[in-house]
């Protein structure tokens, strides 16, 4: 069984850092995509970055420039660092898995989501 399980969340204020980290764990070969997501009270969760098993990676146009996503691959770990944190950040963050092979060599046909962590940005 693989799980997701994120990192990091907490109270910031607003222009400080902060960095996400997600952990998989369990039996599995490969991982292709990676990525963070959020979502507030009643709208739906919207994709913030994703990077690739080969180093690609997609901002929302709200974070370029501010967040950057990483992966260690032998740690079996992506890492969402956050700089210069707004109001509008604030969110449950979550980590999503996509094209999981399992240790079989089995691709799963669902994605995988972790149980998500808190980003709060005081003004």
């Known amino acids: 069984q693989v799980q997701l399980v994120e990192s990091g969340g907490g109270l910031v204020q607003a222009g400080e850092s902060l960095t996400l980290t997600c952990t998989a764990s369990?039996?599995?070969?490969?991982?292709?995509?990676l990525g963070w997501y959020r979502q507030d009270p009643g709208k739906e969760r919207e994709r913030v970055a994703t990077i690739s098993n080969y180093g690609w990676t997609t901002y929302d146009d709200s974070v370029k420039g501010r967040f950057t996503i990483s992966r260690d691959n032998t740690k079996s770990t992506v890492t969402l660092q956050m700089n210069t944190l707004k109001p509008e950040d604030t969110s449950v963050y979550y980590c999503?898995?996509?094209?999981?092979?399992?240790?079989?060599?089995?691709?799963?046909?669902?994605?995988?989501w972790g149980k998500g962590t808190l980003v709060t940005v005081s003004s």
């Open positions: 999503k898995a996509e094209g999981v092979v399992d240790a079989d060599g089995q691709p799963w046909n669902t994605d995988l």
């Open positions: 369990g039996r599995f070969l490969s991982i292709h995509m």
